[in-house]
C-alpha cells in the first residue's frame, strides 16, 4: 500500500511546498533562470520611496498613455515649449518651435477632449521672440 493519500484528499501543504522548491531547484540546475530579462542588473526603483500606486505609473509609462487631462497636458507643453526657446539659436528655430506649438493648441482646442476645458490661445509669435528668446552674442 502507497503512503501517498487518495488524490480527492487535499496534500498536506509542505508536501506541495516541496515540490514548488524541487521544481525551482531543476529550473536552476537546467541553466533556465540565467538569460532572464535584467538579469545581473539593478532592480529599478530599488531605493525609491515606496509608493502603492508604482506599477500604475510603469503600466502608464510602458503604455505611453497621458495620466494629464489634454488642458494640463497643453499648459505643460506651453511651459516646457517656451523653456526650450530660450535656448534656440536662430530666430527662424524660434518661429518654427512657436508655430509647432500654435498648431497643436489649435487642434487640441478642436477636438473633444476628456477634462477641463482647453482654455489656452495660440502664441504671438514676435511676443514670444520679445519675452522669452535671447538673441545669441555673435
Known sequence: ????????????AHRW???????????????????????G??????DAPHDELWWVREKLKREQIAALPPALAL????????ERIAN?????????EVSRLNERIRQQ????????????????IEDVLARYWRKPAT
Do not use: C, K, Y
Open 1 to 12: 500500500m502507497s503512503n501517498h493519500p487518495p488524490p480527492s484528499q487535499p496534500q498536506p
Open 17 to 39: 511546498e516541496s515540490l514548488a522548491e524541487q521544481r525551482i531547484r531543476e529550473a536552476q540546475a537546467a541553466g533556465e533562470f540565467d538569460h532572464l530579462p535584467g538579469f
Open 41 to 46: 542588473q539593478p532592480i529599478p526603483g530599488i
Open 75 to 82: 499648459r505643460l507643453d506651453v511651459q516646457q515649449t517656451l
Open 88 to 96: 534656440l539659436a536662430s530666430e527662424a528655430d524660434v518661429r518654427r
Open 109 to 124: 482646442s478642436l477636438g473633444a477632449a476628456w477634462g477641463p476645458p482647453v482654455d489656452v490661445q495660440p502664441l504671438e
